[in-house]
């Protein structure tokens, strides 16, 4: 069983900056391979960035690419999302999520790739 906390969120003015954390529990941190998804509000959950499990490869939406960015230390059981240049459009909660189906360098960008999710974390860009 793992077990993810996310934190970090709040309330940033558009074109601010936050970064989110996501603790992970666990031995095994380093075959996880993690992800970030966010729900607008009214709106389904969608994909925002994913890592591999050393951290080597990432994948990004192509409404984030150049802004946000994902990292890991396995060390810490960490998964992070530096957020940047923060717009109205970002404002969602964000989750982070994990698997241990997928190989040392897969990355999953569906919903459905992951099987642990975090309680989410809320982000509110004000304009």
């Known amino acids: 069983q793992v077990q993810l906390v996310e934190s970090g969120g709040g309330l940033v003015q558009a074109g601010g900056s936050l970064r989110l954390s996501c603790a992970a529990s666990?031995?095994?941190?380093?075959?996880?391979?993690m992800g970030w998804f966010r729900q607008p509000p009214g709106k389904e959950r969608e994909f925002v960035a994913a890592i591999s499990w050393s951290g080597g490869r990432t994948r990004y939406a192509d409404s984030v690419k150049g802004r946000f960015t994902i990292s890991r230390d396995n060390a810490k059981n960490t998964l992070y999302l530096q957020m940047n240049s923060l717009k109205p459009e970002d404002m969602a909660v964000y989750f982070c999520?994990?698997?241990?189906?997928?190989?040392?360098?897969?990355?999953?960008?569906?919903?459905?790739?992951?099987?642990?999710w975090g309680q989410g974390t809320q982000v509110t860009v004000s304009s």
């Open positions: 666990g031995r095994t941190f380093s075959t996880y391979s």
């Open positions: 999520a994990a698997t241990t189906a997928l190989t040392a360098q897969a990355m999953g960008v569906m919903e459905t790739e992951y099987d642990y």
